[in-house]
């Protein structure tokens, strides 16, 4: 099992990433996908999900109608879509996979890298 994040950078605020979480030995119906952020000094946060069979997401409140999250069965990777990016967003993003999906770091069993976001102007 391998979970590969990419996208991340520096935006001014206002703008827009959108991160890619590329993974393999699995596919997407077998393991919810999660992204979860760390900004320094802070504990790691559950920021998005997409649920493995159905697809249901779940966001947590601060980014509410500004991210979004979505997959690509065909391509294995599961996408989140950052707009209106605030400072407060910047931290590393990791995308994780786990049989039961939600905003639980411990419910998730494999990781990725991490990719950085930066958003300053």
């Known amino acids: 099992v391998q979970l590969v994040e990419s996208g991340g950078g520096l935006v001014q605020p206002g703008g827009s990433l959108r991160l890619s979480c590329e993974v393999s030995?699995?596919?997407?119906?077998?393991?919810?996908i999660g992204w979860f952020r760390q900004a320094s000094g802070k504990e790691r946060e559950g920021v998005s999900c997409?649920?493995?069979?159905?697809?249901?997401?779940y966001y947590t409140d601060s980014v509410k109608g500004r991210f979004t999250i979505s997959r690509d069965n065909a391509k294995n990777t599961v996408y989140l879509q950052m707009d209106r990016l605030k400072p407060e967003d910047a931290a590393i993003y990791y995308c994780?996979?786990?049989?039961?999906?939600?905003?639980?770091?411990?419910?998730?069993?494999?990781w990725g890298q991490g990719t950085q976001v930066t958003v300053s102007s």
């Open positions: 994780a996979a786990g049989y039961s999906g939600g905003p639980l770091a411990h419910k998730y069993g494999y």
């Open positions: 030995g699995f596919t997407l119906d077998y393991y919810a």
């Open positions: 997409i649920n493995r069979i159905n697809g249901s997401t």
